[in-house]
Protein backbone atom coordinates (compact mmCIF):
# COMPACT_ATOMS: atom_id res chain seq x y z
CA UNK A 1 0.00 0.00 0.00
CA UNK A 2 1.58 3.78 -1.04
CA UNK A 3 2.25 6.35 1.77
CA UNK A 4 -1.11 7.34 3.51
CA UNK A 5 -1.57 11.39 3.37
CA UNK A 6 -3.06 11.23 6.64
CA UNK A 7 -2.98 9.24 9.49
CA UNK A 8 -4.32 9.29 13.51
CA UNK A 9 -4.47 7.01 16.62
CA UNK A 10 -7.97 5.46 17.55
CA UNK A 11 -7.88 2.62 20.20
CA UNK A 12 -4.43 2.02 19.71
CA UNK A 13 -4.75 1.07 16.18
CA UNK A 14 -3.52 3.50 13.22
CA UNK A 15 -5.93 4.70 10.59
CA UNK A 16 -5.00 5.86 7.32
CA UNK A 17 -6.32 7.92 4.92
CA UNK A 18 -5.13 6.80 1.34
CA UNK A 19 -4.78 9.33 -1.21
CA UNK A 20 -7.39 7.29 -3.16
CA UNK A 21 -10.08 7.66 -0.70
CA UNK A 22 -9.65 11.61 -0.51
CA UNK A 23 -10.10 11.94 -4.79
CA UNK A 24 -13.56 9.41 -3.94
CA UNK A 25 -14.59 11.54 -1.29
CA UNK A 26 -14.65 14.55 -3.17
CA UNK A 27 -16.17 12.63 -5.85
CA UNK A 28 -19.27 11.38 -3.75
CA UNK A 29 -19.89 14.97 -2.31
CA UNK A 30 -20.16 16.41 -5.61
CA UNK A 31 -22.58 13.75 -7.08
CA UNK A 32 -24.35 14.28 -3.61
CA UNK A 33 -24.55 18.39 -3.38
CA UNK A 34 -24.95 18.28 -7.25
CA UNK A 35 -27.51 15.17 -7.78
CA UNK A 36 -28.73 13.56 -5.12
CA UNK A 37 -30.04 15.70 -2.39
CA UNK A 38 -31.55 18.30 -4.92
CA UNK A 39 -33.37 15.38 -6.47
CA UNK A 40 -34.85 14.00 -2.98
CA UNK A 41 -34.94 16.97 -1.03
CA UNK A 42 -36.32 20.12 -3.58
CA UNK A 43 -35.97 24.13 -2.70
CA UNK A 44 -33.31 24.15 -0.34
CA UNK A 45 -30.54 26.12 -1.03
CA UNK A 46 -27.25 24.86 -2.95
CA UNK A 47 -24.63 26.00 0.11
CA UNK A 48 -27.40 23.85 2.53
CA UNK A 49 -26.64 20.63 -0.11
CA UNK A 50 -22.99 21.32 0.05
CA UNK A 51 -23.06 21.43 4.12
CA UNK A 52 -25.34 17.91 3.42
CA UNK A 53 -23.16 16.20 1.36
CA UNK A 54 -19.71 17.76 3.61
CA UNK A 55 -21.63 15.92 6.27
CA UNK A 56 -22.43 12.58 4.28
CA UNK A 57 -18.83 11.86 3.47
CA UNK A 58 -17.43 12.38 6.85
CA UNK A 59 -20.30 10.34 8.07
CA UNK A 60 -19.35 7.65 5.62
CA UNK A 61 -16.16 8.04 6.92
CA UNK A 62 -16.64 7.47 10.20
CA UNK A 63 -19.18 4.40 9.50
CA UNK A 64 -16.15 2.88 7.30
CA UNK A 65 -13.58 3.29 10.04
CA UNK A 66 -16.08 1.59 12.90
CA UNK A 67 -16.46 -1.03 10.45
CA UNK A 68 -12.92 -1.65 10.17
CA UNK A 69 -12.30 -1.31 14.10
CA UNK A 70 -15.14 -4.06 14.92
CA UNK A 71 -13.09 -6.39 12.23
CA UNK A 72 -9.52 -5.09 14.38
CA UNK A 73 -11.02 -5.40 18.01
CA UNK A 74 -12.70 -8.98 17.48
CA UNK A 75 -9.11 -9.87 15.56
CA UNK A 76 -7.15 -8.88 18.92
CA UNK A 77 -9.62 -10.76 21.31
CA UNK A 78 -8.16 -13.64 19.31
CA UNK A 79 -4.41 -12.58 19.24
CA UNK A 80 -3.87 -11.08 16.05
CA UNK A 81 -2.52 -7.97 16.10
CA UNK A 82 -3.97 -5.42 13.28
CA UNK A 83 -0.95 -3.00 12.45
CA UNK A 84 -3.86 -0.35 10.54
CA UNK A 85 -6.91 0.19 8.96
CA UNK A 86 -6.30 2.43 5.61
CA UNK A 87 -9.11 4.08 3.93
CA UNK A 88 -8.60 4.02 0.35
CA UNK A 89 -10.78 4.19 -2.90
CA UNK A 90 -13.01 0.83 -2.20
CA UNK A 91 -13.76 1.60 1.65
CA UNK A 92 -11.55 -0.26 4.08
CA UNK A 93 -8.97 -2.47 4.90
CA UNK A 94 -7.38 -3.88 7.96
CA UNK A 95 -4.26 -4.96 7.78
CA UNK A 96 -3.53 -8.27 9.91
CA UNK A 97 -0.01 -9.78 10.67
CA UNK A 98 -1.20 -13.16 9.02
CA UNK A 99 -4.00 -15.01 8.35
CA UNK A 100 -6.09 -16.29 11.59
CA UNK A 101 -4.94 -19.72 12.87
CA UNK A 102 -8.28 -21.15 14.03
CA UNK A 103 -11.78 -21.12 11.82
CA UNK A 104 -13.87 -19.46 14.97
CA UNK A 105 -11.45 -16.71 14.89
CA UNK A 106 -12.02 -15.99 11.28
CA UNK A 107 -15.75 -16.46 11.62
CA UNK A 108 -16.01 -13.63 14.64
CA UNK A 109 -13.63 -11.38 12.78
CA UNK A 110 -15.10 -11.41 9.59
CA UNK A 111 -18.94 -10.94 11.40
CA UNK A 112 -17.66 -8.51 13.33
CA UNK A 113 -17.94 -6.00 10.81
CA UNK A 114 -20.94 -6.14 8.98
CA UNK A 115 -22.59 -6.60 12.58
CA UNK A 116 -21.40 -3.00 13.33
CA UNK A 117 -22.56 -1.75 9.97
CA UNK A 118 -26.16 -3.11 10.57
CA UNK A 119 -25.91 -1.54 13.74
CA UNK A 120 -24.72 2.02 12.97
CA UNK A 121 -27.68 1.47 10.15
CA UNK A 122 -30.47 1.07 12.55
CA UNK A 123 -28.90 3.72 14.69
CA UNK A 124 -28.66 6.44 12.06
CA UNK A 125 -32.18 5.22 10.81
CA UNK A 126 -33.66 5.33 14.35
CA UNK A 127 -32.61 8.94 14.97
CA UNK A 128 -33.50 9.98 11.63
CA UNK A 129 -36.84 9.32 12.26
CA UNK A 130 -36.70 10.31 15.65
CA UNK A 131 -35.54 14.30 14.03
CA UNK A 132 -38.08 13.82 11.47
CA UNK A 133 -40.92 16.27 12.82
CA UNK A 134 -38.65 18.60 14.91
CA UNK A 135 -35.45 19.25 13.16
CA UNK A 136 -34.85 21.02 9.19
CA UNK A 137 -34.73 18.68 6.27
CA UNK A 138 -31.04 18.72 6.34
CA UNK A 139 -30.66 16.85 9.50
CA UNK A 140 -32.78 14.19 8.76
CA UNK A 141 -31.82 13.23 5.08
CA UNK A 142 -28.37 13.13 6.30
CA UNK A 143 -29.15 10.75 9.06
CA UNK A 144 -31.01 8.48 6.64
CA UNK A 145 -28.60 8.59 3.84
CA UNK A 146 -26.03 7.46 6.64
CA UNK A 147 -28.82 4.32 7.54
CA UNK A 148 -29.27 3.51 4.00
CA UNK A 149 -25.36 3.61 3.16
CA UNK A 150 -24.65 1.32 6.42
CA UNK A 151 -27.78 -1.56 5.72
CA UNK A 152 -26.14 -1.42 1.77
CA UNK A 153 -22.11 -1.47 3.07
CA UNK A 154 -23.60 -4.42 5.17
CA UNK A 155 -24.82 -6.55 2.23
CA UNK A 156 -22.90 -5.77 -0.32
CA UNK A 157 -19.62 -6.82 2.31
CA UNK A 158 -21.43 -10.58 2.85
CA UNK A 159 -21.17 -10.98 -0.47
CA UNK A 160 -19.59 -14.68 -0.43
CA UNK A 161 -16.73 -13.67 -2.12
CA UNK A 162 -13.40 -13.49 -0.88
CA UNK A 163 -11.82 -11.85 0.61
CA UNK A 164 -14.98 -9.49 1.25
CA UNK A 165 -16.34 -9.99 4.76
CA UNK A 166 -19.36 -12.66 3.37
CA UNK A 167 -16.36 -14.78 1.95
CA UNK A 168 -14.24 -15.11 4.97
CA UNK A 169 -17.79 -16.36 6.86
CA UNK A 170 -17.36 -18.98 4.01
CA UNK A 171 -14.49 -19.92 4.20
CA UNK A 172 -14.38 -20.43 8.10
CA UNK A 173 -17.25 -22.32 7.94
CA UNK A 174 -15.90 -24.69 5.61
CA UNK A 175 -12.81 -24.65 7.26
CA UNK A 176 -14.73 -25.33 10.47
CA UNK A 177 -16.83 -28.44 8.74
CA UNK A 178 -13.80 -30.15 6.67
CA UNK A 179 -10.69 -28.89 9.00
CA UNK A 180 -9.19 -28.32 5.77
CA UNK A 181 -7.90 -24.19 5.86
CA UNK A 182 -6.52 -24.76 2.11
CA UNK A 183 -9.54 -26.46 0.57
CA UNK A 184 -11.50 -23.92 2.14
CA UNK A 185 -9.72 -20.52 0.71
CA UNK A 186 -9.79 -22.29 -2.28
CA UNK A 187 -13.42 -22.81 -2.74
CA UNK A 188 -14.06 -19.21 -1.43
CA UNK A 189 -12.00 -17.53 -3.70
CA UNK A 190 -13.22 -19.27 -6.37
CA UNK A 191 -16.19 -18.13 -5.85
CA UNK A 192 -14.99 -14.50 -4.99
CA UNK A 193 -13.98 -15.13 -8.83
CA UNK A 194 -17.55 -16.11 -10.02
CA UNK A 195 -19.22 -13.46 -8.34
CA UNK A 196 -16.28 -10.67 -9.48
CA UNK A 197 -16.86 -11.89 -13.09
CA UNK A 198 -20.98 -11.65 -12.69
CA UNK A 199 -20.27 -8.26 -11.29
CA UNK A 200 -17.83 -7.23 -14.05
CA UNK A 201 -21.03 -8.22 -16.59
CA UNK A 202 -23.34 -6.52 -14.29
CA UNK A 203 -21.29 -3.20 -14.71
CA UNK A 204 -20.68 -3.84 -18.80
CA UNK A 205 -24.94 -4.60 -18.98
CA UNK A 206 -25.65 -1.22 -16.66
CA UNK A 207 -22.51 0.65 -18.68
CA UNK A 208 -24.54 0.13 -22.18
CA UNK A 209 -28.04 0.71 -20.63
CA UNK A 210 -28.00 3.30 -17.88
CA UNK A 211 -24.64 5.24 -19.03
CA UNK A 212 -21.00 4.12 -18.99
CA UNK A 213 -19.82 5.73 -14.96
CA UNK A 214 -22.51 4.10 -13.37
CA UNK A 215 -21.02 0.75 -14.99
CA UNK A 216 -17.82 1.50 -14.75
CA UNK A 217 -17.50 1.54 -11.31
CA UNK A 218 -19.17 -1.90 -10.87
CA UNK A 219 -16.57 -2.81 -13.82
CA UNK A 220 -13.43 -1.90 -11.54
CA UNK A 221 -14.63 -3.12 -8.67
CA UNK A 222 -15.60 -6.35 -9.87
CA UNK A 223 -11.98 -6.21 -11.82
CA UNK A 224 -10.38 -5.57 -8.28
CA UNK A 225 -12.06 -8.23 -6.06
CA UNK A 226 -11.25 -10.88 -9.07
CA UNK A 227 -7.61 -10.07 -9.14
CA UNK A 228 -7.68 -10.31 -4.89
CA UNK A 229 -9.42 -13.65 -4.82
CA UNK A 230 -7.80 -15.45 -7.88
CA UNK A 231 -4.19 -14.18 -5.98
CA UNK A 232 -5.66 -15.78 -2.74
CA UNK A 233 -6.84 -18.81 -4.76
CA UNK A 234 -3.12 -19.43 -6.29
CA UNK A 235 -1.43 -18.83 -3.47
CA UNK A 236 -3.74 -21.20 -1.42
CA UNK A 237 -2.89 -24.11 -4.51
CA UNK A 238 0.66 -23.59 -4.40
CA UNK A 239 0.83 -24.20 -0.47
CA UNK A 240 -1.06 -27.20 -1.05
CA UNK A 241 1.58 -28.37 -3.40
CA UNK A 242 3.78 -27.36 -1.29
CA UNK A 243 2.89 -28.72 2.03
CA UNK A 244 4.71 -31.59 3.66
CA UNK A 245 7.58 -30.39 2.36
CA UNK A 246 10.88 -28.89 4.43
CA UNK A 247 13.08 -25.81 3.72
CA UNK A 248 16.07 -28.31 2.40
CA UNK A 249 14.18 -30.16 -0.05
CA UNK A 250 14.37 -27.08 -1.88
CA UNK A 251 16.64 -24.72 -0.90
CA UNK A 252 19.39 -23.97 -3.25
CA UNK A 253 22.51 -25.48 -0.57
CA UNK A 254 25.93 -23.87 -0.53
CA UNK A 255 24.85 -20.60 -1.57
CA UNK A 256 27.28 -17.63 -2.56
CA UNK A 257 28.46 -15.43 0.31
CA UNK A 258 30.33 -12.83 1.35
CA UNK A 259 33.94 -12.55 3.92
CA UNK A 260 32.46 -10.28 7.10
CA UNK A 261 36.21 -8.69 6.95
CA UNK A 262 36.28 -7.78 2.93
CA UNK A 263 35.97 -3.99 2.02
CA UNK A 264 32.84 -2.71 0.50
CA UNK A 265 34.81 -2.22 -2.84
CA UNK A 266 35.56 -5.66 -3.08
CA UNK A 267 32.45 -6.96 -2.18
CA UNK A 268 30.26 -4.92 -4.86
CA UNK A 269 33.11 -5.72 -7.50
CA UNK A 270 33.91 -9.59 -6.68
CA UNK A 271 30.79 -10.47 -5.08
CA UNK A 272 27.66 -8.61 -6.35
CA UNK A 273 28.74 -7.66 -9.69
CA UNK A 274 28.56 -11.33 -10.35
CA UNK A 275 25.64 -12.37 -8.15
CA UNK A 276 23.74 -9.40 -8.16
CA UNK A 277 21.30 -10.51 -5.37
CA UNK A 278 19.55 -8.32 -2.61
CA UNK A 279 20.76 -10.84 0.16
CA UNK A 280 24.05 -12.43 0.02
CA UNK A 281 25.07 -13.64 3.63
CA UNK A 282 28.05 -12.35 4.80
CA UNK A 283 30.04 -14.99 7.41
CA UNK A 284 32.66 -14.09 10.01
CA UNK A 285 34.64 -17.11 11.91
CA UNK A 286 32.49 -19.58 9.90
CA UNK A 287 28.90 -18.26 11.27
CA UNK A 288 26.79 -15.65 9.36
CA UNK A 289 26.26 -12.21 10.89
CA UNK A 290 23.93 -10.98 8.53
CA UNK A 291 23.91 -9.90 4.89
CA UNK A 292 24.35 -7.17 2.19
CA UNK A 293 23.19 -6.53 -1.37
CA UNK A 294 22.62 -3.22 -3.68
CA UNK A 295 20.40 -1.35 -0.58
CA UNK A 296 23.42 -1.70 1.77
CA UNK A 297 26.02 -0.86 -0.76
CA UNK A 298 24.36 1.98 -1.78
CA UNK A 299 24.02 3.49 1.38
CA UNK A 300 27.71 3.81 1.71
CA UNK A 301 28.90 6.95 0.18
CA UNK A 302 30.80 5.71 -2.54
CA UNK A 303 34.21 7.03 -1.91
CA UNK A 304 34.18 5.52 1.13
CA UNK A 305 34.14 1.69 -0.11
CA UNK A 306 37.30 0.93 -0.14
CA UNK A 307 37.91 1.96 3.38
CA UNK A 308 34.45 0.43 4.69
CA UNK A 309 34.57 -3.11 5.85
CA UNK A 310 31.60 -5.03 4.47
CA UNK A 311 30.84 -5.70 8.47
CA UNK A 312 30.00 -2.37 9.01
CA UNK A 313 27.27 -1.78 6.74
CA UNK A 314 25.88 -5.62 6.73
CA UNK A 315 22.18 -5.77 7.71
CA UNK A 316 22.20 -7.98 11.31
CA UNK A 317 21.17 -11.53 10.83
CA UNK A 318 18.30 -10.65 13.71
CA UNK A 319 16.93 -8.53 10.91
CA UNK A 320 16.48 -11.15 8.50
CA UNK A 321 14.09 -13.91 7.49
CA UNK A 322 16.23 -17.52 8.75
CA UNK A 323 14.82 -21.18 8.89
CA UNK A 324 16.30 -24.26 10.16
CA UNK A 325 16.59 -26.37 7.06
CA UNK A 326 14.09 -29.14 8.86
CA UNK A 327 11.33 -25.93 8.99
CA UNK A 328 8.06 -26.46 7.10
CA UNK A 329 8.09 -24.76 3.93
CA UNK A 330 4.49 -23.40 5.04
CA UNK A 331 6.08 -21.73 7.67
CA UNK A 332 9.01 -20.38 5.87
CA UNK A 333 6.54 -18.98 3.53
CA UNK A 334 4.46 -16.83 6.44
CA UNK A 335 8.18 -15.84 7.40
CA UNK A 336 8.77 -14.68 4.70
CA UNK A 337 5.53 -12.67 3.91
CA UNK A 338 5.92 -11.36 7.11
CA UNK A 339 9.21 -9.67 6.32
CA UNK A 340 7.99 -8.56 2.51
CA UNK A 341 11.35 -10.87 1.76
CA UNK A 342 11.67 -12.73 -1.00
CA UNK A 343 14.43 -15.26 0.13
CA UNK A 344 15.60 -16.38 3.24
CA UNK A 345 18.65 -18.08 5.02
CA UNK A 346 18.96 -21.40 5.71
CA UNK A 347 21.27 -21.77 8.83
CA UNK A 348 22.38 -24.54 11.08
CA UNK A 349 23.48 -23.17 14.40
CA UNK A 350 24.14 -20.35 12.79
CA UNK A 351 26.53 -22.04 10.11
CA UNK A 352 25.41 -21.36 6.78
CA UNK A 353 23.40 -24.37 4.90
CA UNK A 354 21.86 -22.37 1.52
CA UNK A 355 19.14 -19.50 0.60
CA UNK A 356 15.52 -20.39 -0.30
CA UNK A 357 13.91 -18.09 -2.34
CA UNK A 358 10.61 -17.48 -4.00
CA UNK A 359 11.92 -18.41 -7.35
CA UNK A 360 13.23 -21.86 -6.09
CA UNK A 361 9.59 -22.43 -4.82
CA UNK A 362 8.25 -20.78 -7.99
CA UNK A 363 10.07 -23.78 -10.34
CA UNK A 364 9.31 -26.18 -7.82
CA UNK A 365 5.59 -25.80 -8.68
CA UNK A 366 5.96 -25.58 -12.22
CA UNK A 367 8.02 -28.80 -12.40
CA UNK A 368 5.02 -30.13 -10.83
CA UNK A 369 2.75 -28.55 -13.02
CA UNK A 370 4.42 -30.03 -15.50
CA UNK A 371 4.78 -33.57 -15.01
CA UNK A 372 1.93 -33.92 -12.64
CA UNK A 373 -0.48 -33.60 -15.69
CA UNK A 374 -1.61 -37.12 -17.35
CA UNK A 375 -0.19 -38.23 -20.00
ZN1 LIG B 1 -15.42 -5.79 6.58
Redesign the pocket.
Known amino acids: MQRPIASFSLLGVSIRLDASWILLALLIAWSLAAGVFPDLYRGLPQSTYWGMAAATVVGIAASIIL ?2 LG ?1 TLVARAFGLPIKSITLFVFG ?1 VAEMEGEPKAPRAELFM ?1 LA ?2 LVSVALGFGFSLLANFLEGSAPTEYHAVLHYLGTLNFTLAAF ?1 MAPAFP ?2 GGRVLRALIWLVTGDSLKATRIAARSGEIIAVLLMGLGAFSALTMGLVHGLWWIVLGWFILSMASAHRKEAEARQLLSGMRVGDLMTPDPVSAAADMSVEDFVETVLARFPHDLIPVVADGRVIGAAGFQEAKRTRRQDWPSTGLAAIVTPITDIPTADSSLEIETALDRMQKARASRLIVLDQGRLVGILTLKDLANHLRFKAEFSKPA
Open positions: HEHGAGPNLD
